[in-house]
Every structure is written in structure tokens, then in C-alpha cells.
């Protein structure tokens, strides 16, 4: 089975960058992998999502323009570059893997694997 591990949160300042990685235990050539986070008290939300098919990206309203989502299919890795980040970011961020042909981060039970999760902190 497929297991994820997710790295590269930390504490950041308001306007700061982060780089978070998802690895996985082997190729992810065909697996959507998507991005999603939990903030305290509130419900999990999609992020972002990356296709295996032509590696197609989408991203929620509230990251558009912010970050970037990308995959390294050599290095079974896909990132997410999170620039000019907000206090309102701040949340556990888990990646996941999906078999679909085309999945967006809204439709989270078409995730089947999911990371454990990194902490990302926005403050000053």
C-alpha cells in the first residue's frame, strides 16, 4: 500500500514562503495528489491537486495566485510552494493519493492514501 510522508512545515512569518514535499513510498507516475489542510476547530479543506493525467492543477479561491503545486515523478515527490503566506494558512497540511483520472482537492473521499501530516505556523 502506498504511504505518504509529508515535510517542510515550520513557523513563518505573515509574507514568508514554505516548500512542503509529499513522498511517497514508491512512484506516484499514477497517482492524483492533492493537498488539504485543518486548521483548530475546523473541518479539513482541499487546497490544491495535481493530476496524473497531463499533471493538470487546480487550487481552491482563498491560495490562487499564492501557491504552486508541482510534481518530481523521479523523486516520487510533489510540492507545494506556498509564497506570501497568511496567519489564516496556518494549519496541519496533509497530502494524499488518489487512483482517479481527474480529481480536484474538493472531492476529498476520491483520496484513498493519506500523510500524517507537518505543521505550518504563520506568525510574527
Known amino acids: 500500500q502506498l504511504q505518504l510522508v509529508e515535510s517542510g512545515g515550520g513557523l513563518v512569518q505573515p509574507g514568508g514562503s514554505l516548500r512542503l514535499s509529499c513522498e511517497g513510498s514508491?512512484?506516484?507516475?499514477?497517482?492524483?495528489i492533492g493537498w488539504f489542510r485543518q486548521a483548530p476547530g475546523k473541518e479539513r479543506e482541499g487546497v490544491s491537486c495535481i493530476n496524473a493525467e497531463n499533471s493538470s492543477t487546480n487550487y481552491a479561491d482563498f491560495v490562487k495566485g499564492r501557491f504552486t503545486i508541482y510534481r518530481d515523478n523521479a523523486k516520487n515527490t510533489v510540492y507545494l510552494q506556498m509564497d506570501n503566506l497568511k496567519p489564516e494558512d496556518a494549519a496541519v497540511y496533509y497530502c494524499?493519493?488518489?487512483?482517479?483520472?481527474?480529481?480536484?482537492?474538493?472531492?476529498?473521499?476520491?483520496?484513498?492514501?493519506w500523510g500524517q501530516g507537518t505543521q505550518v505556523t504563520v506568525s510574527s
Open positions: 494524499a493519493a488518489s487512483l482517479k483520472l481527474l480529481v480536484t482537492a474538493r472531492s476529498q473521499t476520491d483520496f484513498t492514501s
Open positions: 514508491y512512484t506516484l507516475d499514477y497517482f492524483a
